[in-house]
């Protein structure tokens, strides 16, 4: 099936570090969000992207919304031991019942 | 407000059996969306039910099919399974439309031995 291409893969990063990651498509997305994953758990949504440009933050997290509505990218700052896990990224092309297109994920670890 | 509970969390089944996964919506959502996520992986839409109906569906053969309840609960069943049906399953619910009140459960792993 179809997945979204998200990188790095993995990272390794000290505490305290700023992180950054991405995810691109072939096809244009209406909707990104952006999903956390800890073991034995199911994604949690941690922002959701509307409109192409958009820029949003929850906290330390910011993500935006590629203008050409072919990507997106989130960023956490000044990381803690607490920010591990898998984040996804996730598209919807049109709005509404749609469902979501996954990438494949970017494992966080992060050194103390 | 009670989120979203799937069953069982684990189970082995042997190759050619069937099996039956069972999930319950958040209170208030109406639409179910069953995901399989292999290892390694991002999560990969298998179906949707609303209103007892599905409503759109993956890449995934007919031996793959669902239920959905008057209480919105809903169930996957997957018949023949094969190795490759070894994954992580996982069920989501929503109000229709409303892709902020998407709300994932913990999954069952299924293991075809």
């Known amino acids: 099936g179809q997945q979204l291409n998200q990188s790095p893969q993995s990272m390794f990063i000290q505490e305290g570090e700023d992180v950054s990651m991405n995810c691109t498509s072939s096809?244009?997305?209406?909707?990104w969000l952006w999903y956390k994953q800890e073991p034995g758990e199911g994604p949690v949504l941690l922002i959701a992207?509307?409109?192409?440009?958009e820029l949003t933050s929850n906290g330390r997290l910011t993500a935006q919304f590629g203008i050409t509505r072919k990507d997106s990218f989130l960023n956490i700052s000044a990381s803690i031991p607490s920010d591990v896990g898998i984040y996804f990224c996730?598209?919807?092309?049109?709005?509404?019942?749609?469902?979501?297109?996954f990438g494949k994920g970017t494992r966080l670890s992060v050194i103390a | 407000e009670t989120g979203v509970t799937q069953s069982p969390t684990h189970l082995i089944k042997t190759r050619g059996q069937q099996v039956t996964l069972r999930c319950s919506s958040q209170?208030?959502?109406?639409?179910v969306s069953w995901y399989q996520q292999a290892l390694g992986q991002g999560p990969q839409f298998i179906f949707q039910?609303?209103?007892?109906?599905?409503?759109g569906r993956g890449n995934f053969p007919p031996r793959f099919s669902g239920l959905q309840f008057p209480n919105y609960s809903s169930e996957l069943n997957v018949n023949a399974l094969e190795l490759d049906d070894s994954a992580l399953y996982l069920c989501?619910?929503?109000?229709?439309?409303?892709?902020?009140?998407?709300?994932f459960g913990s999954g069952t792993r299924l293991t075809v031995v």
């Open positions: 992207l509307y409109k192409a440009g």
């Open positions: 039910y609303y209103r007892e109906e599905e409503n």
């Open positions: 209170s208030g959502h109406n639409t």
């Open positions: 996730a598209g919807q092309s049109q709005s509404g019942n749609t469902p979501l297109v």
């Open positions: 096809s244009i997305f209406n909707t």
């Open positions: 989501a619910s929503s109000f229709l439309g409303e892709l902020q009140g998407y709300t």
